[in-house]
């Protein structure tokens, strides 16, 4: 399967020593399965750390999980908002997984995550407030050995900054 990787940098040799915050998953190396999912993020990074190039790397992906403790989000949201509240909140149950895969929010998860986290609304209003894009989705490298035993560098590009 080929996956991708958007930066403002090519990044051939990935690894999860690199990643300073946590995210959604909480920190890891993440990548997509859609192409322009990834190219808007590294038109994103390239404007946030500088840079003049806006960078896409391409992995394939091998399917074969044997040996890694994985964790899949699928359509049910229920159990995934406080799954990327708990990581947002620095906690480290992620941590268990040496691969964590589920879907995408816009940028309005930051402020349904806070509603919710504050106790301002309950799951279900957050849950009904939460747009997902129906066609994204990230992949959270979160061991190394998730990263050495199923990706494999194959190429980049060079997107335009718009």
């Not at 986290?117 to 939460?130: P, T, V, Y």
Request: aromatic content about 14%; overall charge negative; some cysteine.
């Amino acid at each position: 399967m080929i996956v991708y990787h958007g930066s403002n940098m090519i990044v051939d040799d990935p690894d999860t020593k690199h990643s300073f915050r946590p995210l959604d998953f909480g920190k890891g190396f993440y990548v997509t399965t859609v192409k322009e999912q990834a190219e808007r993020w590294a038109r994103r990074k390239a404007d946030i750390y500088g840079g003049d190039k806006a960078i896409v790397t391409v992995y394939n992906m091998a399917e074969n999980l044997d040996g890694l403790n994985c964790k899949f989000f699928e359509e049910d949201l229920t159990e995934w908002i406080d799954f990327v509240c708990r990581c947002r909140d620095e906690e480290k149950d992620y941590l268990q997984y040496d691969l964590i895969k589920g879907k995408v929010a816009d940028d309005k998860v930051f402020r349904v995550v806070d509603m919710y986290h504050s106790g301002i609304w309950d799951k279900k209003r957050a849950l009904e407030e939460i747009k997902v894009y129906s066609n994204y989705d990230q992949i959270a490298f979160i061991s190394q050995k998730a990263i050495d035993q199923l990706l494999h560098y194959e190429s980049f590009y060079e997107v335009t900054k718009i």
